[in-house]
């Protein structure tokens, strides 16, 4: 089993930069693998970006180049850099995890983009 806690949410004009973390309860060293997800108000969730424990990385087309994902194993966290943040970047954002074929989520954080 594997606890995940996000932090790192909060409100940011457009243009500018937050970077999440999801701290988990375990090693992530042998975690299949790890990642975002986000959900806006009316929208269904959506996979922002994935990193696998061999450090392969996906991201949604709407964030590549301004999202990066990185994992920690020592730290057992996995980061998600955002930058150049737009309006439609509002949602809140769960971490993920896949472990002996079980899915982990965690609380969820809000991150606001708006002037």
């Known amino acids: 089993q594997v606890h995940l806690v996000e932090s790192g949410g909060g409100l940011v004009q457009p243009g500018g930069s937050l970077r999440l973390s999801c701290a988990a309860s375990?090693?992530?060293?042998?975690?299949?693998?790890m990642g975002w997800y986000r959900q806006a108000p009316g929208n269904e969730r959506e996979l922002v970006a994935s990193?696998?424990?061999?450090?392969?990385?996906n991201y949604a087309d709407s964030v590549k180049g301004r999202f990066t994902i990185s994992r920690d194993n020592a730290k057992n966290t996995v980061y998600l850099q955002m930058n150049s943040l737009k309006p439609e970047d509002t949602a809140v954002y769960y971490c993920?995890?896949?472990?002996?074929?079980?899915?982990?989520w965690g609380q969820g954080t809000q991150v606001t983009v708006s002037s």
């Open positions: 993920y995890a896949i472990s002996d074929g079980y899915n982990y």
């Open positions: 990193i696998g424990n061999g450090g392969d990385t």
């Open positions: 375990r090693s992530i060293f042998s975690i299949y693998a």
